[in-house]
């Protein structure tokens, strides 16, 4: 069936640093990726997507691109900030109708000053 | 965006009792809501589809009549846990999903049960 694998956690970064946080996923057909951010004590809040091959998605400074001949959707961050600690998940949403989300394992980022 | 609500945020009840927790969509029509269970440092396990109107959807694994979801109108859907046990135990957490098919996530409830 169709799945999320991400990297574990927690990753542990200085302000202003490089953020990659890699992403893999294993569906047939064409499906719609995700990230997904939950700050403590918030519920899930989406941060970014993409909907097919080759597109990139970004919001606050992140951006991720699909990539479907390594079926990746790596989240990346050029300089990450002490707000942006938080869990990430990875989800895929599978063509065909249905609006399921899959998700990874989460992925806590720690951000220190 | 879009906001969704869940009431109670957390609940404590005994083993053997029923605890209702309720998901509303406040400023969007959901036709479609989802019920998901997340354990400590885990991911999110979908439970459920719910449909406004109709018989909910179950995953695999998950109890039918242990977990009973009513989505009565299109801004509300409710989930029973009936004579829950330590083991059911656990964060709970809606989402629904507005015309453009985006969901959009609750809070979440934590339950536990003594």
């Known amino acids: 069936g169709d799945s999320v694998t991400q990297m574990e956690g927690p990753v542990t970064l200085s302000e202003e640093a490089f953020l990659t946080i890699n992403c893999t996923y294993t569906?047939?057909?064409?499906?719609?990726l995700f990230w997904y951010v939950q700050y403590p004590g918030e519920g899930l809040q989406l941060l970014l997507k993409?909907?097919?091959?080759?597109d990139k998605g970004s919001n606050k400074g992140f951006e991720a691109t699909y990539r479907k001949e390594t079926t990746s959707f790596h989240l990346e961050k050029g300089s990450v900030q002490v707000s942006d600690s938080a869990v990430y998940f990875c989800?895929?949403?599978?063509?065909?109708?249905?609006?399921?989300?899959?998700f990874g394992a989460g992925t806590r980022l720690a951000v220190h000053p | 965006g879009a906001v969704v609500s869940q009431h109670p945020s957390w609940v404590i009840c005994k083993s053997g009792t029923s605890v209702k927790i309720e998901c509303r969509s406040l400023?969007?029509?959901?036709?479609?809501m989802f019920w998901y269970r997340q354990f400590p440092k885990q991911s999110l396990m979908l439970m459920a589809t719910?449909?406004?109107?109709?018989?909910?959807?179950?995953e695999q694994g998950v109890e039918k009549d242990k977990f009973l979801i009513n989505h009565a109108s299109l801004t509300l859907s409710t989930l029973t846990v009936t004579s829950a046990h330590p083991e059911d135990s656990s964060f709970y957490i809606c989402?629904?999903?507005?015309?453009?098919?985006?969901?959009?996530f609750g809070p979440g409830t934590r339950l536990l049960v003594l």
């Open positions: 400023d969007f029509q959901a036709t479609t």
């Open positions: 993409a909907t097919k091959a080759d």
């Open positions: 989800a895929l949403r599978a063509s065909g109708g249905y609006n399921k989300l899959i």
């Open positions: 569906a047939t057909g064409y499906p719609s």
């Open positions: 719910s449909n406004e109107g109709s018989k909910a959807t179950y």
């Open positions: 989402s629904a999903h507005d015309k453009t098919e985006t969901q959009y």
